[in-house]
């Protein structure tokens, strides 16, 4: 199985502090994603990517930036953190030749 | 933009009982819905899906089924156990891009 993993696993922050939330797959997968999951929502994309330089909206993107620096690696930026922003955030990964997805194990963030 | 609605959130049945989660979508284009799994404290896992060229498909006691005239699609657990007992996710490809859209998540519980 793609292995897919995230750093830190729990953080907690103030409001208006700076996070950056971090995510490697060795699995030469092309596409990464982050997604935020709240209780009542489900899964939210935030941002996306075909692969090293390459950065694609998603679906609630305010708030947040992203990069991709290298094939492996796929950063979440919070510059201002928010209590908004305080959720369960996940990264995964997939091939281009696939639909499916890998999660990794998922970062707790709480913004006080 | 494109959602999928995932009913009903909430689902109690007695062991060895089926459970049916249903989903809808708008998207015409969507060609791939996959169902994860995910238990509590962990990461979302894929259990199941099926691609718009099929209207059944079964992995032991999963079963999906895809109407695509109808915009439907529904996961159907036969013989449930208490290991069943999860968070059940459905989505749907958007069409034209790598994005999965999620639905809102469906709580299982199976009593013993």
């Known amino acids: 199985e793609a292995a897919v993993t995230q750093s830190p696993r729990n953080k907690v922050t103030v409001t208006g502090g700076n996070v950056t939330l971090s995510c490697r797959q060795t699995?030469?997968?092309?596409?990464m994603y982050w997604y935020r999951q709240d209780t009542g929502h489900g899964l939210r994309l935030i941002h996306y990517?075909?692969?090293?330089?390459?950065?694609q909206i998603g679906d609630v993107p305010d708030g947040y930036k992203a990069t991709r620096t290298t094939q492996e690696d796929f950063f979440l930026l919070l510059e201002l953190a928010s209590p908004s922003q305080t959720s369960l955030y996940f990264c995964?990964?997939?091939?281009?030749?696939?639909?499916?997805?890998?999660f990794g194990p998922g970062t707790r963030l709480t913004v006080l | 933009g494109e959602q999928v609605e995932q009913l009903p959130s909430i689902l109690r049945v007695q062991e060895g009982s089926s459970a049916s989660i249903n989903c809808s979508y708008e998207?015409?284009?969507?060609?791939?819905f996959p169902w994860y799994k995910q238990e509590p404290g962990e990461n979302p896992k894929l259990i199941i899906d099926?691609?718009?060229?099929?209207e059944r498909k079964q992995i032991q006691e999963l079963i999906v089924l895809l109407d695509k005239k109808a915009k439907r699609f529904s996961l159907h657990i036969t013989d449930t156990q208490p290991g069943d007992s999860a968070m059940y996710f459905c989505?749907?490809?958007?069409?034209?891009?790598?994005?999965?859209?999620f639905g809102e998540g469906t709580k299982l519980t199976v009593s013993s």
């Open positions: 989505a749907a490809s958007e069409g034209g891009s790598a994005k999965l859209i």
């Open positions: 995964a990964s997939k091939t281009g030749g696939s639909y499916e997805q890998y």
């Open positions: 990517s075909y692969g090293a330089g390459n950065l």
């Open positions: 099926i691609r718009s060229n099929m």
């Open positions: 699995n030469s997968h092309n596409y």
């Open positions: 998207d015409s284009a969507s060609n791939y």
